[in-house]
């Protein structure tokens, strides 16, 4: 009887030794995997972060910037690009002055086109000097629509980025 009991003792002894290396390798994996989690927790907040700073650098970019849409393009005889930018800057300025934003060339830091030529007009990127400047644009934008001809399709609005 004793040793019947003793047989039995034995094989739960080797059920629970059998019991602890699985809990044991049981553990092991999720410690393991409570790591990666952690590591992908990690490099998730990293890339987060980055792209959060990237974006306030690009709104800070911007924000002296203006859109203005359908904008007529140059005539298509103009070939040279000094040409083109030169015909740009005039249409520019001469909306400036129909709209009474009163923006010298002096206040202007760059203008480009947006996008590849087409048989559309290009959007028409402009970066001012002072937010000021740009102040003075956007407050008379809305004359745009109270005029005649092909002005009235003109559009002038912040230079936004994607998440904007």
């Not at 009235?152 to 912040?158: E, K, M, V």
């Not at 936004?160 to 904007?164: D, E, F, G, R, S």
């Given at each position: ?22 809990l ?12 990666k ?31 203005i ?58 970066g001012f ?18 005029m005649?001809?092909k002005l ?7 230079d ?5």
């Open positions: 009887m004793i040793t019947k009991r003793l047989g039995v003792l034995e094989e739960n002894q080797k059920k629970g030794s059998a019991d602890i290396v699985s044991t390798k049981r553990v092991d994996t999720i410690q393991e995997n409570v790591e989690s952690k590591e992908r927790e990690v490099r998730i907040k990293s890339e987060t972060m980055e792209a959060v700073f990237a974006e306030q650098r690009e709104r800070k970019s911007r924000e002296r910037n203006v859109v849409h359908n904008i007529p393009e140059p005539d298509a005889k103009l070939k040279k690009p000094d040409e083109r930018k030169e015909a740009d800057k005039k249409e520019m300025l001469d909306l400036f002055e129909k709209i009474e934003a009163e923006v010298e060339e002096e206040d202007i830091r760059f203008f480009a086109r947006a996008g590849e030529a087409s048989d559309s007009s290009r959007p028409l990127v402009i000097k002072s937010t000021a400047a740009k102040a003075k644009v956007l407050g008379n934008a809305s004359k745009l629509s109270d005649e001809n009235s399709d003109i559009s002038i609005a912040h936004l980025t994607k998440a904007q």
